[in-house]
């Protein structure tokens, strides 16, 4: 289980520490049945930040995105695997900084491809990527690559009780 190594309570009002579980348990539990948007910002090569949404699961404590290899996205991440995740979980805003490396192992993929199918999207692994007959209209024609995020920093900004907004910063 990926536990944070730090926190640090960023509340102005007084409000606790928020604790690493809330976000986390949130993440394995309204993957990917709920309807989540997710938002990756990569970095261009001349600096520059690009966001796109995403279809992302959580798995096992970690995040894994799809993005079709064509997508400035895939192109940023192919240069600079350094990339923020955010997304609008029930009672808490999140936002993930780390960095994103593609994932090509049979193995995972046909694990993942099987998260995505319990969650409504019919995906197969096809060679080291994933394939459907349908996906985001921004995602660019198939086969989509696999993305394992690995977790350095994350933030979190409660909008529900208990009220509050910490950092958490992670190994890697």
């Known amino acids: 289980m990926t536990e944070p190594i730090s926190t640090q309570n960023l509340d102005q009002y007084g409000s606790a520490e928020l604790p690493w579980s809330r976000p986390r348990d949130l993440l394995a539990s309204e993957t990917p049945e709920s309807?989540?948007?997710?938002?990756?910002?990569?970095?261009?090569?001349?600096?520059r930040p690009h966001s796109a949404g995403v279809g992302a699961v959580w798995v096992d404590?970690?995040?894994y995105f799809v993005s079709g290899p064509d997508t400035l996205k895939?192109?940023?991440?192919?240069k600079n695997p350094a990339c923020n995740a955010s997304?609008?979980?029930?009672?808490?805003?999140?936002?993930?900084e780390g960095e994103a490396q593609r994932v090509t192992?049979?193995?995972?993929?046909?694990?993942?491809a099987g998260v995505y199918r319990g969650g409504g999207w019919p995906a197969t692994v096809e060679g080291d990527a994933l394939t459907a007959p349908f996906t985001a209209p921004s995602a660019g024609p198939p086969p989509w690559y696999l993305?394992?995020?690995d977790l350095h920093t994350a933030v979190?900004?409660?909008s529900a009780e208990p009220h509050g907004a910490t950092r958490w910063d992670f190994a890697h």
Request: glycine share 6%; charged share 25%.
């Open 35 to 47: 309807d989540l948007t997710f938002f990756i910002a990569t970095v261009r090569s001349d600096g």
């Open 74 to 78: 895939s192109r940023n991440l192919a």
């Open 87 to 96: 997304v609008r979980l029930p009672g808490i805003d999140l936002v993930l």
């Open 61 to 63: 404590d970690t995040l």
């Open 156 to 158: 979190g900004v409660a």
């Open 147 to 149: 993305y394992r995020f």
């Open 105 to 112: 192992d049979a193995s995972t993929l046909e694990r993942l």
